[in-house]
């Protein structure tokens, strides 16, 4: 049996959205073994989870050690660093609902994450595609702060 046809099995069993969607932005077709097919699609949607949690931690919280860090959180206003708080918010709460999802081993808990997270995704992916587009304008900018250089020796 595909992947896919897994999946469909799931899908009309819990309602889940559609393969095409899911598979697309959680690549599930990549997964090799259909046994635990939504404990896998989780930890998928856990890892780009993650991914945006973590670079969205850096714009709260850069790391002096990295240039990186400072300049992008430079780029952001006090009103949009609190907009980045809110959505990080919204972040850490579906995440640790995973975090509960993976830890109860349940299949219905695990389909209704799926759901949830899927349905939020595509708003995830628009603020997000706005803040990266604001992180890489701001490498395009003239710095306008300036960088004292001291001993590096």
């Known amino acids: 049996m595909t992947i896919e046809d897994a999946y469909e099995k799931l899908r009309k069993k819990y309602s889940l959205p559609a393969f095409k969607g899911v598979?697309?932005?959680?690549?599930?077709?990549?997964i090799e073994n259909e046994r635990f097919l939504l404990r896998e699609i989780n930890a998928n949607m856990m890892e780009k989870l993650?991914?945006?949690?973590?670079?969205?931690?850096?714009?709260l919280q850069p790391d002096t050690n990295n240039v990186a860090s400072i300049h992008e959180f430079r780029a952001f206003d006090e009103k949009e660093k609190k907009e980045l708080y809110d959505f990080y918010c919204k972040l850490m709460t579906l995440h640790r609902k995973g975090v509960y999802v993976s830890i109860s081993g349940e299949e219905k808990k695990e389909a209704d994450f799926l759901?949830?997270?899927?349905?939020?995704?595509?708003?995830?992916?628009?603020?997000?595609?706005?803040i990266v587009s604001k992180m890489e304008t701001s490498w395009k900018e003239e710095a306008t702060y300036k960088t004292e250089l001291g001993y590096l020796g």
């Open 50 to 59: 993650e991914l945006v949690i973590a670079l969205i931690t850096e714009l």
């Open 23 to 30: 598979d697309r932005d959680f690549s599930v077709s990549a």
């Open 115 to 130: 759901k949830e997270l899927h349905s939020d995704w595509g708003q995830i992916k628009s603020k997000m595609k706005g």
